[in-house]
């Protein structure tokens, strides 16, 4: 089984060119999926890799968050500043510049910023039981003001069957067809294009039958292409058509309507205590 990206497993170096020109064998795959542009590479890395970022995750911190809510059970996160130094090594190749030409040449989209406060990214691990619900993500990184443009996935589990749950899922705009799903089987990569309407989540509940988490690596992209005039937003929540989802797309609407109309000393003393109480 031939690793795909050129990177040393051992130094963790890329080279700029090779990197330029792995993206752009994947350029017409990428651009040219719908619903919103998206692309799913297997052996991505070279398997020492995974191997290694696998036994750094035997000896992980406490989470740094934890989320067990009707959109997000069981799942923690962990910065990626405190990994093992492997780990966190890997973390810091995925935001160096030869990496971030991978991305361009790749996905089309020029001037990508990685964001080196890791937000919500590190690794994710997620029990059995554990979900996360259909959403949008955030759209803008609140201490840069950069817009959120690219989200990369790659997972870390022993080989993975689609019935043990956990896959991640592509919905389309409408929210009323699943246009793909990817089990998070070892080594599988899987990148996409951000906005207020690109549909994503794993909500089939975690469910191995030797108990083993799902695990990744996850890591999100920006460009300086914010406009204050745009509306700002956290991840929106939807449920899928006949499904049983809890769904907070309500609780995010009421939010962004007083943002609108409140002023912003008011609108901070009223919205801190109704999300304190779920509303």
């Given at each position: 089984?031939?690793?795909?990206?050129?990177?040393?497993?051992?130094?963790?170096?890329?080279e700029t060119s090779s990197a330029k020109t792995f993206g752009a064998e994947y350029a017409e795959t990428y651009q040219?999926?719908?619903?919103?542009?998206?692309?799913?590479?297997d052996d991505f890395l070279p398997m020492e890799i995974i191997t290694q970022v696998r036994a750094d995750l035997d000896?992980?911190?406490?989470?740094?968050?934890?989320?067990?809510?009707?959109?997000?059970?069981?799942?923690?996160?962990?910065?990626?500043?405190?990994?093992?130094?492997?780990?966190?090594?890997?973390?810091?190749?995925?935001?160096?510049?030869?990496?971030?030409?991978?991305?361009?040449?790749?996905?089309?989209?020029?001037?990508?910023?990685?964001?080196?406060?890791?937000?919500?990214?590190?690794?994710?691990?997620?029990?059995?039981?554990?979900?996360?619900?259909?959403?949008?993500?955030?759209?803008?990184?609140?201490?840069?003001?950069?817009?959120?443009?690219?989200?990369?996935?790659?997972?870390?589990?022993p080989p993975w069957k689609e019935e043990w749950g956990g896959s991640f899922e592509v919905w389309d705009k409408k929210?009323?067809?699943?246009?793909?799903?990817?089990?998070?089987?070892?080594?599988?990569?899987?990148?996409?294009?951000?906005?207020?309407?690109?549909?994503?989540?794993?909500?089939?509940?975690?469910?191995?039958?030797?108990?083993?988490?799902?695990?990744?690596?996850?890591?999100?992209?920006?460009?300086?292409?914010?406009?204050?005039?745009?509306?700002?937003?956290?991840?929106?929540?939807?449920?899928?058509?006949?499904?049983?989802?809890?769904?907070?797309?309500?609780?995010?609407?009421?939010?962004?309507?007083?943002?609108?109309?409140?002023?912003?000393?008011?609108?901070?003393?009223?919205?801190?205590?109704?999300?304190?109480?779920?509303?």
């Amino acid at each position: 089984m031939t690793a795909k990206f050129p990177i040393d497993p051992n130094q963790l170096a890329l080279e700029t060119s090779s990197a330029k020109t792995f993206g752009a064998e994947y350029a017409e795959t990428y651009q040219g999926a719908a619903p919103y542009h998206h692309i799913c590479i297997d052996d991505f890395l070279p398997m020492e890799i995974i191997t290694q970022v696998r036994a750094d995750l035997d000896s992980l911190p406490d989470a740094e968050r934890s989320f067990d809510a009707a959109d997000e059970k069981l799942k923690s996160q962990y910065n990626p500043d405190r990994l093992p130094q492997f780990s966190r090594n890997l973390f810091y190749a995925f935001n160096s510049r030869p990496f971030i030409l991978f991305l361009e040449e790749m996905t089309g989209i020029k001037g990508l910023i990685p964001d080196p406060y890791f937000i919500g990214a590190g690794i994710h691990k997620t029990q059995n039981g554990g979900y996360l619900n259909i959403h949008a993500d955030f759209n803008v990184h609140k201490q840069m003001r950069l817009e959120r443009r690219l989200n990369m996935l790659i997972y870390l589990n022993p080989p993975w069957k689609e019935e043990w749950g956990g896959s991640f899922e592509v919905w389309d705009k409408k929210m009323k067809t699943k246009v793909a799903s990817f089990p998070p089987t070892e080594n599988r990569m899987v990148c996409f294009s951000t906005g207020s309407d690109t549909w994503h989540g794993n909500p089939e509940p975690v469910n191995h039958p030797d108990g083993l988490p799902r695990q990744s690596i996850a890591l999100y992209y920006y460009t300086a292409t914010w406009d204050e005039t745009r509306i700002e937003h956290s991840t929106l929540f939807k449920p899928r058509p006949g499904s049983e989802d809890t769904s907070s797309a309500g609780r995010a609407k009421r939010h962004r309507i007083l943002k609108e109309v409140l002023p912003p000393v008011l609108h901070r003393k009223v919205v801190g205590p109704m999300r304190r109480l779920g509303f």
